[in-house]
């Protein structure tokens, strides 16, 4: 987090792509492999990474 990205939103490494949102495609059942369709620059390590980190904070349910 760096509050000079995206006001210290948590983001992909290397990205300006907040975690939530990649999470959140794959709460909506789209499979990591294809998250590059929507984010070109995250990879299915990546969007499971943000799934984790996101269930971390929440003490959720895993997403996938």
Known sequence: MDPAIRGGVPVITGTRIPYAEVAALLLDGVLPERIRDYY?????????????????????????
């Open 40 to 64: 070109p620059n995250v990879t299915a390590v990546a969007a499971m990474d943000a799934a984790e980190f996101i269930d971390h904070i929440d003490g959720g349910e895993p997403c996938a």
